[in-house]
């Protein structure tokens, strides 16, 4: 198992986005941006509906 190096922590607010970012990206899950259209319940997201056109799961919050 490889050793994680602790980074440094957030000092802005963009700063403790990106680094949530990166630890849910090592986790597997992306996280999507919001999108300021009104999509209704969120299935008319381009993320939402072009992933759920494939095969593979994909993990998103």
Same mark, same amino acid.
């Given at each position: ?11 802005? @607010? /963009?700063? #403790?986005?990106?680094? #949530? /970012? %990166? @630890? ?7 996280? #999507? /941006? ?9 299935? @008319? %997201? ?6 759920? #056109? ?8």
């Amino acid at each position: 198992m490889a050793d994680k190096v602790a980074s440094a922590p957030a000092t802005s @607010f /963009q700063d #403790l986005i990106l680094t #949530l /970012q %990166h @630890f849910w990206s090592e986790n597997g899950c992306v996280i #999507l /941006q919001p999108y300021d259209v009104e999509v209704g319940a969120g299935t @008319f %997201h381009p993320a939402t509906t072009l992933r759920s #056109l494939g095969p593979e799961p994909w993990k998103a919050a």
